[in-house]
């Protein structure tokens, strides 16, 4: 079948700019404000309100987030053993990002293996790790991938048996649930991002979540390059700042070495669109999920299909092949291109598959074997809430050209 002889192109995600978003951003546009400013502050306290914590930072991006987060940690004087060089619990399942923000924090990503149906960190493993060398580790970092929530619980219980801290990466888990609590409230912090292809999706945008006021006030600053100022919304231009009578600039004198993670009022503006709808879009990627287990359901003797719950806000639709002997995950990831449905690797195992991570090959060989299968023979496709039925036919449509031609 040849490139582009099928005009349905089914992508990972999708976004609608409609009346509603479009006024939104001429809104913006109108203000005359254009970096983050009230826009952005109202999506702080509408996102905090749905994660169910008391603050939220908005950053440029969700790996921004994760930086934010563990440079927070880093500075916060009420936790010692966040040192540089001290080792944090990860996974070696997810995106590069996590694992970037850890070491570039100066910190060291320690892998234990995963589930291979939820991708959720391997409780027994963390806790083998804690058990031969308690002060070596300083954090869990759990990776809720695909929308999949890891044993918060049961985390959080070795954590506070081993003096540690939780924070976790919740970009791909807008809106999943624990035993009735969202994602992203589970912990001491955690971190979200709204890329394009998310549930809630701007392009680029992160935000950092916390009950805790001293990491809120931390982030703050560390985001805008260390400054002291650390109001939600600057008023200096209305003659309300706090530090009107001293005699320094609280803008442009800085107490930390930080970054420039600010954002944009459009990010938000957008968001806050989102997120009155991010109910609907849950309850329309759910069924989709559902619909396309039921289709493929013939084919489970070759695919593991994602795990259906009413607690997962899926990201997207993850397959694993079972039988890679019968067919290769490169091929009909070739096959589901050609004929227009967009699909993507499961990442790829970090420590034993991505070349940033070599010198970590021979450490870590053997030792992840549900994260190594599922590397090299996951991949995903496109569940967002914008498909609709002619595009889901057409996708079960697909897969049963391929496999019945294999």
Same mark, same amino acid.
């Given at each position: 079948?040849?490139?582009? @002889?099928?005009?349905?192109?089914?992508?990972?995600?999708?976004?609608? /700019?409609?009346?509603?978003?479009?006024?939104? /951003? +001429?809104?913006?546009?109108?203000?005359?404000?254009?970096?983050?400013?009230? !826009?952005?502050?109202?999506?702080?306290?509408?996102?905090?309100?749905? /994660?169910? %914590?008391?603050?939220?930072?908005?950053?440029?991006?969700?790996?921004?987030?994760?930086?934010?987060?563990?440079?927070?940690?880093?500075?916060?004087?009420?936790?010692?053993?966040?040192?540089?060089?001290?080792? #944090?619990?990860?996974?070696?399942?997810?995106?590069?990002?996590?694992?970037?923000?850890?070491?570039?924090?100066?910190?060291?990503?320690?892998?234990?293996?995963?589930?291979?149906? %939820?991708?959720?960190?391997?409780?027994?493993?963390? @806790?083998?790790?804690?058990?031969?060398?308690?002060?070596?580790?300083?954090?869990?970092?759990?990776?809720?991938?695909?929308?999949?929530?890891?044993?918060?619980?049961?985390? +959080?219980?070795?954590?506070?048996?081993?003096? *540690?801290?939780?924070?976790?990466?919740?970009?791909?888990?807008?809106?999943?649930?624990?035993?009735?609590?969202?994602?992203?409230? *589970?912990? *001491?912090?955690?971190?979200?991002?709204?890329?394009?292809?998310?549930?809630?999706?701007?392009?680029?945008?992160?935000?950092?979540? %916390?009950?805790?006021?001293?990491?809120?006030?931390?982030?703050?600053?560390?985001?805008? +390059?260390?400054?002291?100022?650390?109001?939600?919304?600057?008023?200096?231009?209305?003659?309300?700042?706090?530090?009107?009578? !001293?005699?320094?600039?609280?803008?442009?004198?800085? @107490?930390?070495?930080?970054?420039?993670?600010?954002?944009?009022?459009?990010?938000?503006?957008?968001?806050?669109?989102?997120?009155?709808? #991010?109910?609907?879009?849950?309850?329309?990627?759910?069924?989709?999920? !559902?619909?396309?287990?039921?289709?493929?359901?013939?084919?489970?003797?070759?695919?593991?299909?994602?795990?259906?719950?009413?607690?997962?806000?899926?990201?997207?639709?993850?397959?694993?092949?079972?039988?890679?002997? !019968?067919?290769?995950?490169?091929?009909?990831?070739?096959?589901?291109?050609?004929?227009?449905?967009?699909?993507?690797?499961?990442?790829?195992?970090?420590?034993?598959?991505?070349?940033?991570?070599?010198?970590?090959?021979?450490?870590?060989?053997?030792?992840?074997?549900?994260?190594?299968?599922?590397?090299?023979?996951?991949?995903?496709?496109?569940?967002?809430?914008?498909?609709?039925?002619? @595009?889901?036919?057409?996708?079960?449509?697909?897969?049963?050209?391929?496999? /019945? +031609?294999?």
């Amino acid at each position: 079948m040849q490139e582009n @002889e099928h005009s349905l192109k089914i992508g990972i995600g999708s976004i609608i /700019i409609a009346a509603e978003e479009r006024k939104a /951003i +001429n809104e913006v546009l109108d203000s005359g404000r254009l970096s983050e400013h009230k !826009k952005v502050r109202e999506f702080e306290i509408k996102w905090g309100e749905f /994660i169910g %914590t008391k603050h939220c930072i908005a950053t440029n991006s969700g790996t921004s987030a994760l930086l934010l987060g563990l440079h927070a940690l880093i500075n916060d004087t009420r936790f010692s053993k966040i040192k540089k060089g001290s080792s #944090v619990i990860t996974s070696p399942l997810t995106y590069i990002a996590t694992s970037n923000a850890i070491v570039l924090s100066g910190l060291s990503p320690v892998y234990v293996d995963i589930d291979p149906s %939820t991708f959720a960190l391997n409780v027994d493993q963390i @806790e083998d790790l804690l058990k031969k060398d308690p002060e070596k580790y300083c954090m869990i970092l759990p990776v809720h991938l695909m929308g999949y929530v890891n044993d918060m619980d049961a985390i +959080n219980r070795l954590a506070d048996k081993y003096d *540690l801290v939780v924070f976790e990466d919740a970009a791909q888990a807008h809106g999943s649930k624990y035993k009735g609590k969202t994602a992203g409230s *589970l912990s *001491l912090l955690a971190e979200f991002s709204f890329y394009i292809a998310h549930n809630i999706q701007v392009g680029e945008m992160g935000a950092l979540v %916390t009950d805790d006021p001293t990491i809120r006030k931390l982030a703050k600053k560390l985001k805008a +390059n260390g400054r002291v100022c650390d109001c939600n919304v600057c008023t200096r231009s209305e003659g309300k700042c706090p530090y009107r009578d !001293k005699d320094f600039d609280p803008r442009f004198t800085h @107490e930390y070495i930080g970054y420039n993670f600010k954002t944009a009022e459009f990010q938000a503006a957008l968001a806050l669109c989102q997120i009155k709808k #991010v109910d609907w879009i849950i309850q329309m990627r759910q069924g989709h999920v !559902k619909y396309l287990n039921d289709k493929l359901q013939k084919y489970s003797d070759i695919f593991q299909l994602p795990v259906y719950s009413d607690d997962v806000s899926y990201l997207a639709y993850p397959i694993v092949i079972k039988k890679p002997g !019968k067919i290769s995950k490169k091929k009909i990831m070739q096959e589901l291109e050609s004929r227009g449905v967009e699909v993507r690797p499961i990442f790829g195992c970090i420590p034993t598959q991505q070349p940033a991570y070599s010198h970590l090959k021979d450490e870590y060989a053997g030792k992840l074997p549900n994260a190594d299968y599922i590397g090299e023979n996951g991949f995903y496709i496109g569940c967002h809430q914008y498909l609709t039925d002619e @595009e889901l036919e057409y996708i079960v449509r697909v897969f049963n050209e391929i496999l /019945i +031609n294999n």
